[in-house]
């Protein structure tokens, strides 16, 4: 059949007219994502309260659910094209999935409301939909900041990731199946099964090898999207370099919270909460320039924390042990020590940060300092004038500066 040929000239507007039709629906989209995992948030918190969940843990699980479902909601409404803010939401869904169908397993299976319907499948989501969410971890840091693979040839290494994902969510079915067919399912008070089944050994307990493949081939992926992002931050200038000092701000308070929560059990999971925040903060770019001070203060207060324990505690010992003094009065006067040392070691901390980790702050402070010393010298205007816009221009670096003297000011 024939047909009427388009000018070249009108392929773009076409292409802009599909897109136009295409972009609102994305949105909208994002709004009844967002209300549906609002929805479940709501059923996530009741079923919460009935299988009798601790208030601290609601809070926890309330922390995460916003940081991960606010971010992943407001990316993917303000930038629907951006892959990340959906597998944010897709994070979140997750993570909600895997709470409520604990509470739901708990209730069933644990405070005697026998017979409720999906128990079993609730068991089943309860002990594995952890993996999944896990995963999506290095994939956002991998499709950071604007959803979209480095190169072609990364797609090979997510396939294979996806790959090897899968294998170990085989495994971890087969170990939350295996007690459902058993009708052994004994549960604790989160939900995690305590006992297990009778299928094949293979499945419940994979050889040695699998293990090792499986994860050094997990870990080598991993490793190789965390070095691709500092590599891309070695060659990145301007936005995209704060972009990146973000993420790695996020990542780093993320990890150091879990590292920690190895050493102090009762530490509370939502440092995590700093890695999709982070992310969001980096891909709207919302005061960006800010982080070098961001992570100055952190190191800093951290430093001056440190320092100040290691200084009470040592201070308690030595007048309890060493000079047997009573326990209050040892803790009184070490507190007194370490409230007198705060300022002054924050003040030297800070500088020592600064002059390693803000650089340009640093810099630019002591130019201003230097200025204000010339200034209480200075008799000529025109110099002053001069000087001045020189040290605006070196220390905060504008587009252009101008300084604008009145009429009655010029004698």
């Not at 549906?36 to 843990?57: C, D, E, I, K, N």
């Not at 944010?88 to 299976?109: C, P, W």
């Not at 080598?220 to 590599?231: E, K, P």
């Not at 001045?388 to 070196?394: F, P």
Request: one cysteine or more; hydrophobic letters at 55%.
């Amino acid at each position: 059949m024939g047909g009427v040929r388009r000018p070249a000239g009108q392929q773009p507007d076409a292409a802009k007219a599909g897109t136009w039709r295409l972009a609102p629906s994305l949105p909208t989209a994002a709004a009844g994502t967002g209300f549906v995992a609002l929805a479940l948030a709501v059923v996530y918190f009741w079923l919460g309260a009935l299988a009798h969940q601790t208030p601290r843990h609601i809070l926890v699980a309330g922390t995460l659910i916003v940081a991960f479902g606010g971010v992943g909601l407001i990316v993917a409404y303000r930038q629907p094209r951006n892959r990340l803010g959906w597998l944010l939401l897709g994070l979140l869904f997750l993570l909600e999935l895997f709470g409520t169908s604990g509470s739901y397993a708990v209730l069933d299976y644990r405070l005697g409301h026998h017979g409720l319907p999906l128990g079993p499948v609730a068991v089943v989501l309860a002990n594995t939909a952890w993996l999944p969410a896990l995963a999506l971890v290095p994939l956002i840091i991998l499709l950071f900041p604007d959803g979209y693979l480095p190169t072609p040839r990364w797609r090979w290494a997510v396939w294979a990731y996806a790959g090897l994902v899968a294998c170990l969510a085989v495994v971890a079915g087969a170990n939350a199946i295996a007690p459902v067919v058993g009708h052994d399912i004994r549960i604790d008070a989160s939900g995690s099964l305590t006992s297990s089944g009778q299928l094949p050994g293979w499945l419940v307990n994979p050889p040695v090898w699998f293990d090792v493949f499986v994860v050094a081939g997990l870990v080598g992926i991993v490793l190789s999207a965390v070095g691709r992002q500092v590599l891309s931050w070695r060659g990145a200038t301007g936005e995209r370099r704060q972009q990146l000092k973000w993420l790695a701000f996020g990542a780093a308070v993320a990890v150091v919270w879990l590292i920690a929560m190895l050493f102090f059990s009762s530490l509370p999971i939502v440092g995590i909460a700093a890695l999709p925040v982070s992310v969001g903060v980096a891909i709207l770019r919302y005061r960006l320039y800010d982080i070098d001070r961001i992570i100055s203060r952190t190191l800093a207060y951290a430093i001056v924390t440190g320092l100040l324990v290691g200084l009470y505690a040592g201070l308690v010992l030595l007048a309890t042990q060493v000079f047997k003094f009573h326990s209050t009065v040892a803790v009184a006067a070490s507190t007194l020590a370490a409230a007198a040392l705060f300022n002054p070691l924050r003040l030297r901390v800070q500088r020592s940060v600064d002059r390693r980790f803000n650089r340009a702050r640093y810099d630019a402070d002591q130019t201003v300092a230097a200025f204000a010393a010339r200034l209480k010298d200075a008799v000529d205007l025109d110099s002053v004038r001069g000087d001045l816009a020189a040290v605006v221009h070196k220390a905060l670096e504008p587009a252009q500066v101008s300084v604008w003297i009145g009429p009655d000011e010029r004698h």
